[in-house]
């Protein structure tokens, strides 16, 4: 089975924006433009297959596919920051 290895700074953006439900919260915490969130985010989408967020005019909305990822993402970036 070959491993899928997805980059960092789009999970990261997921993760951030998934946690605001917002783009603009997201890229002020990680100190980037709301366009690199949104490409970010797009480019997951993409890799993934699926889509994570419904864009609604008062933010973000995740997806069943985006509820299911963020758990994930939450316990792996855990382990890493337990690991350091």
Aim: with cysteine.
């Amino acid at each position: 089975m070959v491993r899928r290895y997805l980059p960092l700074n789009p999970l990261r953006a997921f993760e951030a924006a998934a946690r605001h439900l917002s783009f603009t919260r997201a890229a002020i915490e990680l100190n980037v433009t709301h366009a690199a969130v949104s490409q970010q985010v797009r480019a997951l989408e993409e890799q993934l297959g699926c889509v994570l967020f419904t864009r609604v005019s008062r933010g973000l909305v995740l997806t069943h596919e985006g509820e299911g990822l963020l758990p994930v993402l939450n316990e792996a970036f855990d382990r890493i920051a337990d690991t350091l």
